[in-house]
T-cell receptor, first 110, second 115 residues
Framework: DAKTTQPTSMDCAEGRAANLPCNHS???????VYWYRQIHSQGPQYIIH???NNETNEMASLIITEDRKSSTLILPHATLRDTAVYYC???????????FGAGTRLFVKA | NAGVMQNPRHLVRRRGQEARLRCSPM?????VYWYRQLPEEGLKFMVY????????ESGMPKERFSAEFPKEGPSILRIQQVVRGDSAAYFC?????????????FGPGTRLLVL
């Protein structure tokens, strides 16, 4: 599975959009981009995933560049409860090893 | 639809004892994965099971650790003769059969403390 690079930490003001970048320049054509988050040692929570089209659900939006070498997770209106470590993962379709890197620590501040 | 269930949530063992961690996947899910998270570290894959089969155990320590997912009942991660270095959070995830993306959904974890 391809390697991902994320900033170590980010701050965001409550109520503003949080944009979390991820670089995956070695991604293969059959690899999906997944985002999970882990709130203070709870189990990782699935957020969203995509292959090449932008995706949106009730939690977030995922923007994938046309060359698929990077993506951005957008939390449209961050709240204090969104403070967590966010993991960007690329995984081949049908692959089972979800490889977690260090992720981005997002601090949402009042 | 209940999520992935794990019990116990917290487990304390003395060195040399056995630890048994249980995981009940989401309804309709037949694939189970176990991960370990050491303090201040990321999650590491341990083992992938389907009903009655171990598909990949490349992340499992060679000794003292075993996992099973019987036809009936929860998946069990068993650690024999625990040592202090086994203290960690153990997370189970499950996924449904047949989907190419196989999104994994995680349980709340079991925190093992070895005294």
């Amino acid at each position: 599975d391809a390697k991902t690079t994320q900033p170590t930490s980010m701050d965001c003001a409550e109520g503003r959009a949080a944009n979390l970048p991820c670089n995956h320049s070695t991604i293969s054509g059959n690899e999906y981009v997944y985002w999970y988050r882990q709130i203070h040692s709870q189990g990782p929570q699935y957020i969203i995933h995509g292959l090449k089209n932008n995706e949106t659900n009730e939690m977030a939006s995922l923007i994938i560049t046309e060359d698929r070498k990077s993506s951005t997770l957008i939390l449209p209106h961050a709240t204090l409860r969104d403070t967590a470590v966010y993991y960007c993962i690329v995984r081949v379709a049908g692959g089972f090893k979800t490889i977690f890197g260090a992720g981005t620590r997002l601090f949402v501040k009042a | 639809n209940a999520g992935v269930m794990q019990n116990p949530r917290h487990l304390v063992r003395r060195r040399g004892q056995e630890a048994r961690l249980r995981c009940s996947p989401m309804k309709g899910h037949s694939h189970v994965y176990w991960y370990r998270q050491l303090p201040e570290e990321g999650l590491k894959f341990m083992v992938y099971l389907q009903k009655e089969n171990i598909i990949d155990e490349s992340g499992m320590p060679k000794e003292r650790f075993s996992a099973e997912f019987p036809k009936e009942g929860p998946s069990i991660l068993r650690i024999q003769q625990v040592v202090r270095g086994d203290s960690a959070a153990y997370f189970c995830a499950s996924s449904p059969p047949g989907l190419a993306e196989e999104t994994q959904y995680f349980g709340p974890g079991t925190r093992l403390l070895v005294l």
